[in-house]
């Protein structure tokens, strides 16, 4: 695979476009894009970034955080609150962002995203109302570990970063995350599955492939 240097912004005005001219793959209403990559990869920036650039292009874009669904501390952490094989399958609730998330915005649904579940720190549900998406608004989905779930989705980008680099930005308290990263590697190849790879190991000079 070619690696190609890129800025951040030539890379966002590229993918915008991409996604503006996107058709579903379902025949839907609304794309859904995710954005995949580890908490120190800045999935939340692009994401933002994105946001920003489909509004110019006359898009509504309502930006999610895989992040603000997770399942309850009961579960989390029920055999500890370093164990990398619960961050890896059981920290996420997958069904929620399925029901809740993508699957509204399936052919024929109501478009009706709830945009988060659960404040982690309160552990408490949050409460927020649903938000309609119109037709052709776009669905920014970011967070780790999204790959190899058989989400729906329209487009995918990865922010790798090498295991180095890894180590490096992410911070001591999380680094404990790490094994399940390596398990993902190993397991889902996020890096040949998605449909963009951006490499993202110097924050200042990103490369990416996969962009016709």
Known sequence: MRLEPITWDRLTDALADRIAGLDTADGGDWPRIGIDGAPAAGTGGLARR???ALRVRGRSPLVV???DFLRPASLRFEYGHEDPESYYGGW??????????????DPGGAGRVLPDLWDPAADRAT????VQLPPGGVLLLHGPLLLGKWFPFDLTVHLALAPGALQRRTPPDDRWTLPAFARY??????EAAADVLVRADDPQRPAWAGGS
């Open 127 to 130: 409460r927020s109302p649903y």
């Open 92 to 105: 996420f609730d997958t069904g929620a962002l399925w029901r809740e998330v993508l699957g509204p915005l």
């Open 50 to 52: 994105l946001a920003d």
């Open 185 to 190: 590697a190993d397991e889902v190849a996020p």
């Open 65 to 67: 955080d895989t992040e």
